[in-house]
């Protein structure tokens, strides 16, 4: 299937700086891209959005300035969580949507996650 | 997208085959039921997906009642590695919408 890669794995930061994650698909060119957030012993939970060219859509409840969000390109998507606190230290993971997956229907890839860890 | 009801967690002995029920008893007609599975720490995992009929892949069988509103995941001969959360979700197939989870079942395969 196809690849979705996400850098970093982990990344520990101080409380009050910015962190960026990145997410890519590796072998397919991906239009729309989406971020989930997971608190241990919890499901995901969906963030945004991510449309190619456009703006994110988030989900209610998700601080659109907070947690920002580029998808420059077919490939890539960024997540930036701005003036992290210790509150925000989760599991994000992303997926990416291939309009021509191979596997009919099986459209959808998710990343490996980046562990945050904010002190 | 309709909501999906899974039990917390499950236990299977190795070399069984392991039986996971859903229950999505306001799936719509255009909607596809989903499985994931997520495995500690990584990324959710593809396993199969199907619309009204029974399909297989070289992962799992996926079992659809009738009516749509139920559905079984089945892992003919589970093993360690298969010990994971599995995600039942339905959603409108190839559409490039969201999938929302639920909580999933926690399977624990046991030696």
């Known amino acids: 299937g196809a690849v979705v890669s996400q850098h970093p794995s982990r990344v520990i930061c101080k409380s009050g700086t910015s962190v960026k994650i990145e997410c890519r698909s590796l072998?397919?060119?991906?239009?729309?891209m989406f971020w989930y957030r997971q608190f241990p012993k919890q499901s995901l939970m969906l963030m945004a959005t991510?449309?190619?060219?456009?703006?994110?859509?988030?989900e209610q409840g998700v601080e659109k300035d907070k947690f920002l969000i580029n998808h420059a390109s077919l490939t890539l998507s960024t997540l930036t969580v701005t003036s992290a606190h210790p509150e925000d230290s989760s599991f994000y993971i992303c997926?990416?949507?291939?309009?021509?997956?191979?596997?009919?229907?099986?459209?959808?890839?998710f990343g490996p996650g980046t562990r945050l860890t904010v002190l | 997208d309709a909501k999906t009801t899974q039990p917390t967690s499950m236990d299977c002995a190795e070399g069984r085959a392991a039986n996971l029920p859903c229950n999505h008893s306001t799936i719509s007609g255009n909607e596809y039921v989903y499985w994931y599975r997520q495995i500690h720490s990584q990324g959710p995992q593809y396993i199969i997906h199907?619309?009204?009929n029974n399909e297989t892949n070289e992962m799992a069988s996926l079992i659809i009642t009738e009516d749509r509103k139920s559905s079984t995941l089945i892992l003919p001969h589970a093993t360690l590695r298969d010990t994971a959360v599995y995600y039942c979700?339905?959603?409108?197939?190839?559409?490039?919408?969201?999938?929302?989870f639920g909580t999933g079942t926690s399977l624990t395969v046991i030696p």
């Open positions: 199907g619309l009204k």
């Open positions: 997926s990416a949507w291939d309009p021509g997956g191979a596997i009919p229907y099986n459209e959808q890839f």
């Open positions: 072998d397919f060119q991906a239009t729309t």
């Open positions: 991510s449309n190619e060219g456009s703006k994110a859509t988030y």
């Open positions: 979700i339905v959603r409108v197939g190839n559409t490039g919408n969201q999938f929302y």
